[in-house]
């Protein structure tokens, strides 16, 4: 074991981890395409892209040499009142990529606080316009956005912890996604008696990621478009998982063929390499901002806002985006995990197998000891890390069909033999 490891254990503290019973994480010492090694010598094969950010693999020559540029030229500057060339040719290239009329980029440093500024958006649009009252937002079981305070309020109870932090959270209506007879009679019967109440609707599109990588039908994106619209409320897709090619589009919306109204990105928007989030908002939600009144403008500024080493990673990774045929690479991935944990189904304690774009969920009826399945995958050579009740894989876009065969094998072998 490393010696910054046994001292350092003393003083971190780790995500979501009881640190009582939490084991020593893995100590890596370098990362390379889908590989991470370690230490002690291993090399594992990434099933996670780290948290589903390195959409390139890890190490991209382009985004190194862009980033390394950048740092020489300019690590960062204050946002507010100084400008560079970076943040403004992301914002461009962003908005075209957006669907017609989502053309405004705030930038900010983490996917929670993306959230949190498109939560300021809806709301703060209608105060500008004199609408009081309309201050909650509409948010699904299932669903996760985020780990701060305002974002927890709005993700799946469970998952946010909200019998617990009763009275800390903002109290915001969480129901089931409308995408059955049932649910969708609730939903309508919902908003009958409380849209006047909404300022906005929240999801993530197609697939609901850390709430437990659960799927849905884009006709569920396209009727929460009807109401909004029926309503006069305001759509907000959280894109921060789904985004740049996971589910299979570059864009998740794109398959449903829905515009929101606010589009929240992170996680690959560097390919993995520096921290940074985009909330876009619509040219309509814009101008409910501009006013003589100085209090109409939107209250929000990071510090690191729009870092400009961060959006240099973001531009090299939208160049990759072009150059190289990353969205087909996930149809590739689709089709390997399809065919190779088709036969999970027929382990013990499966209850599902599904396969969205390069996301690839080996749902158990209950994971008893996750840690202790991390570790098993290790010694099979993989890096799997198991969450809630699923097992999962959304490695790099760039993995290589051997490797993408290590990972489904290790998943096949480990789970087999519990
Ligand atoms: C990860 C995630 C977030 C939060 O992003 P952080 O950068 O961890 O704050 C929000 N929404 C979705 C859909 C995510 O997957």
Known sequence: MPDWLKTGWRHVWLPYAQMQTAPLPAAVVRTLGSKIFLADGKVLVDGTASWWTACHGYNHPHIKQEVAAQLEAMPHVMFGGLAHEQAYRLATRLAGLMPPGLERVFFTDSGSVAVEVAIKIAVQSRLNKGERGRNKILAFSGGYHGDTIG??????????????????LPEHPVIALPRDAASIAAFDAFLESNAHRLAAIITEPLVQGAGGMILHEPEVLRRLRRAADRYGLSLIFDEIFTGFGRTGTMFAYQQADVAPDIITLSKAL????????????????????????PQHA????????????????????????????????????????????AECRALPDVVDVRVKGAIGVVQLA?????????????????????????????????????????????????????
Not at 273 to 291: K, M
Not at 386 to 410: K, M, R, W
Request: glycine share 10%; proline share 5%; aromatic share 6%.
């Open 270 to 293: 560097t390919g993995g390499t520096l921290p940074l989030a985009a909330t876009i908002a619509s040219a309509a939600l814009f101008s409910d901002f501009l006013s003589d009144d």
């Open 366 to 418: 209950k994971i008893a000891d996750p840690a202790g399945l991390r570790g098993r995958f290790i010694e099979q050579g993989v890096w799997v890390k198991p969450f809630g009740n699923v097992v999962y894989l959304t490695p790099a876009l760039t993995i290589s069909e051997d490797e993408l065969t290590q990972l489904t094998g290790a998943i096949r072998s480990v789970l087999g033999a519990v």
């Open 298 to 341: 939107l209250m929000h500024g990071p510090t690191f806002m729009a870092n400009a080493m961060g959006c240099a990673a973001a531009n090299a990774s939208l160049d990759l985006f072009e150059t190289e045929p990353r969205v087909a690479q996930a149809g590739r991935i689709e089709a390997q995990l399809m065919a190779e944990l």
């Open 151 to 168: 974002t927890m309020a709005i993700c799946d109870p469970d998952e946010g912890m909200h019998s617990l932090f009763t009275g800390l």
